[in-house]
């Protein structure tokens, strides 16, 4: 729905001068073309201020330069909802309608819209097309859990991607050690790549 999107444009404009991250940015693409048509996620880790911010945000106007458009979520706690885990299903949901609006389902339950449209659009548009999708969320550690020690990234990061479908983050590096068993897991179900921002 339109009042779902968030316009990200003044978050994103903070990070409008990145300088000599190429080789990430390049590394990014690789590990998303590496995939072939399995789901995939690739994580760009580091510590506070290393610039993760700046380089998913990079990827993305690089990407929109060439014509394609990744739906992304900014996780920023204590701006409006955009912590909250359904906020982030909400955000991304709407951009993948406005790019697929053929596969929107107005009767879909807000807890399960998300998995359900990405199973559509890999069915139904990309699989047939041999197009890919690619999502964007940082600050996945920013996401906001209703109960202490909850991890509450289950609430809106689909347990798997599926074909042709992937998802690029960023967290710091004791986040991504923390979550080192939820990714063992994925590896086995479709991949993920991790990328170092320092």
């Not at 406005?98 to 807000?110: I, W």
């Not at 998802?167 to 790549?193: L, N, Q, V």
């Amino acid at each position: 729905m339109a009042r779902d999107l968030i316009d990200f444009g003044i978050e994103r404009s903070r990070h409008e001068h990145l300088f000599g991250r190429e080789d990430v940015l390049a590394a990014i693409d690789r590990h998303i073309d590496s995939a072939g048509a399995s789901g995939r996620w690739v994580l760009v880790t580091g510590g506070p201020g290393m610039g993760k911010s700046a380089i998913l945000s990079r990827w993305l106007d690089v990407h929109e330069q060439r014509g394609h458009t990744a739906p992304h979520h900014f996780l920023r706690r204590d701006v409006r909802d955009w912590d909250r885990p359904e906020a982030v299903a909400r955000s991304l949901s709407a951009q993948i309608e406005a790019l697929y609006p053929a596969q929107k389902d107005p009767e879909a339950r807000p807890e399960s819209r998300l998995i359900e449209l990405l199973a559509k659009v890999s069915k139904h548009e990309l699989v047939p097309r041999g197009e890919r999708l690619v999502l964007v969320v940082d600050g996945l550690d920013e996401a906001r859990s209703d109960s202490a020690g909850q991890n509450p990234l289950p609430g809106f990061l689909p347990y798997a991607l599926p074909p042709r479908v992937r998802s690029g983050g960023g967290m710091p590096r004791d986040t991504r050690s923390r979550m080192a068993s939820r990714r063992a897991r994925r590896r086995k179900r479709g991949g993920c790549a991790g990328i170092s921002a320092s």
